[in-house]
């Protein structure tokens, strides 16, 4: 079997942390920003952690 790759788009998205948590930059904050209030592009700042969902796609797919 050969060995599995590393999805290396995604690597650069998110980061694991010490216990294993997956966090993200929080989505929204990319355009349209003139639209948006001061409040919430300032609280779209920053990293969260990722939905339960989505953290063992995103795990396979850092080869965890």
Known sequence: MPKMKSHTGMGKRVKVT???KIVAQQ???RHHLELKPSSRTRRLT???ELAKADVKRIK???GR
Do not use: D, W
């Open 18 to 20: 010490g216990k294993g």
């Open 27 to 29: 989505a929204g904050l």
């Open 46 to 48: 920053g990293t969260v």
């Open 60 to 62: 396979k797919l850092l």
